[in-house]
């Protein structure tokens, strides 16, 4: 069974049912025929950060580019120590 997927203003209109309009997250799960925990979920994500909610397939948030990017750099570092340390060890070895 494939994963289903829900483009940005189908969560966002299932998030407006249930805080604007009053109806409870059981009940607009049923209609909307989702899982109930699922909405839950998509109202929690909504109203943590209403400007960056759903952001979609491939787009990150700032913050998430921000660690990408990060991370990235890390690995970078850590692979340019490794070779400095073994050039250090080759050239301390043939010093001797």
Excluded: T
Excluded at 29 to 54: C, G, I, S
Excluded at 76 to 93: M, P, S, T
């Amino acid at each position: 069974m494939e994963r289903r997927k829900f483009s940005r203003e189908f969560k966002l209109e299932a998030v407006r049912l249930v805080r604007e309009r009053g109806v409870a997250v059981a009940q607009a799960a049923r209609d909307l025929d989702l899982h109930e925990n699922v909405l839950r979920k998509w109202v929690r994500e909504q109203a943590a950060d209403p400007q960056q909610a759903f952001p979609g397939k491939g787009q990150m948030k700032p913050e998430q580019l921000e660690i990408e990017k990060l991370r990235r750099e890390v690995a970078k570092l850590k692979a340019e120590r490794d070779i400095l340390k073994k050039a250090a060890a080759y050239f301390a070895r043939d010093s001797i």
